[in-house]
């Protein structure tokens, strides 16, 4: 089955603990993508990248970081930094940047107590 | 600045009634409007979209009805069904920025 896999599907840290959530995709897509969803907000874009070993800030990266090392992966690092992280993260892949499709991944809640 | 306005942020429709959800956006280089799904806990699913040389695209029982001129494009759910009850969010993206921008999303309750 073809498709993008989010790990672990709920996430409980303690604040101040940097977390790290997985991306993966078998779809072959180098254009790979990072939002943060909260209630009434709709979709807010933290980081993407456009090929392997490249990615930009989106409209929220503080407190963000990430990694492009491998086409098919595209881990969010969640840090201490991040005044708010609780939330429900999406991870998404397109063909190529300038593709229209977009997939999303099924996401992971991050609960900070 | 939010680009693209989505109303209402909640709409609760009859078995077999109309749902329409409306979208307003600023950026005149947007070409492509698509339309996305989220049930509760999942990931957002593609439902539909349209680029501004129609103005309107059927796929079963949902339609986007596009309005260039006004900068406005909804979504029509024909026969709403209970299973349509979900989150639904328009986004558009276009000109030199290929990434979606995002609706604040509608939800939608169909009662049986």
């Known amino acids: 089955d073809g498709g993008i896999t989010q790990s672990p599907k709920y996430l409980f840290r303690k604040e101040g603990q940097n977390v790290t959530l997985s991306c993966e995709q078998n779809l072959n897509h180098d254009a790979m993508y990072w939002y943060r969803q909260d209630p009434g907000q709709g979709l807010r874009l933290i980081y993407y990248?456009?090929?392997?070993?490249?990615?930009q800030k989106g409209d929220i990266a503080e407190g963000y970081s990430v990694s492009r090392e491998k086409k098919e992966s595209f881990p969010l690092t969640v840090t201490s930094a991040q005044k708010n992280p609780t939330a429900f993260y999406l991870c998404a892949s397109k063909e190529a940047d300038w593709a229209d499709t977009q997939y999303f991944g099924p996401g992971t809640r991050l609960t900070v107590l | 600045q939010q680009q693209v306005k989505q109303s209402p942020q909640s709409l609760i429709v009859q078995k077999g009634g109309i749902s329409i959800i409306n979208c307003a956006y600023e950026?005149?280089?947007?070409?492509?409007f698509p339309w996305y799904q989220q049930f509760p806990g999942k990931g957002p699913a593609l439902l539909i979209a349209?680029?501004?040389?129609?103005s309107e695209k059927k796929e079963g029982r949902f339609t986007i009805s596009f309005n260039k001129s006004a900068k406005q494009f909804s979504l029509h759910i024909m026969d709403s069904q209970p299973g349509d009850s979900a989150t639904y969010f328009c986004a558009a993206s276009g000109g030199s920025n290929y990434k979606l921008t995002f609706g604040k999303g509608t939800l939608l309750t169909v009662n049986p």
């Open positions: 990248s456009q090929i392997v070993n490249d990615f």
């Open positions: 349209i680029r501004p040389d129609v």
């Open positions: 950026n005149t280089a947007f070409d492509y």
